[in-house]
């Protein structure tokens, strides 16, 4: 495997991304990348090279998001940061709208809902994706569109 420092900033932006998609905190995204490649220096000796660098740096983030919520239970979530709008009426809507669209997403059923998130939130292409989950290109992009018709048909029924 390359040197750390390599590895770091060829794949930092893409954990930083993934974690940012778990958590939807910008700092504590970064605080989690940090320690994810701590956890990498850590364990480097152990990496086989059965999967890519990417998909094992991946697996560490998973593992210490999840330490990381099981340690802090009561976590709050950040609010999601509204664009600019004319009026504290306008403001609130769309709040309230993000809030429901949040809540139909984190109904969704697994695998649908993290696919969905690491897209949405992560920004992640579906080739990365698939590389995270362990399965291929194709299988991440059929299963966004099904998360995603299965989030408008949620939200079509609420109306």
Not at 65 to 88: F, G, I, M, N
Not at 119 to 134: H, K, N, P, Q, Y
């Amino acid at each position: 495997m390359k040197g750390m420092d390599e590895v770091y900033k060829q794949y930092a932006a893409t954990v930083y991304r993934y974690l940012l998609s778990l958590t939807r905190d910008r700092d504590l995204a970064e605080e989690l990348t940090q320690e994810t490649f701590y956890q990498a220096i850590r364990s480097s000796d152990r990496f086989d090279g059965s999967c890519s660098v990417s998909t094992w740096l991946c697996a560490i983030a998973k593992r210490v998001s999840l330490a990381y919520y099981r340690k802090h239970p009561k976590h709050e979530e950040l609010e999601l940061v509204t664009e600019s709008s004319d009026s504290a009426e306008e403001s609130y809507l769309i709040k309230e709208g993000r809030k429901e669209l949040l809540k139909k997403l984190h109904s969704l059923k697994e695998p649908a809902r993290e696919v969905v998130y690491l897209r949405a939130f992560g920004g992640l292409s579906f080739r990365e994706i698939g590389e995270i989950t362990g399965h291929t290109e194709n299988w991440a992009r059929v299963t966004y569109f099904r998360g995603k018709e299965s989030l408008r048909k949620e939200l079509n029924d609420d109306e």
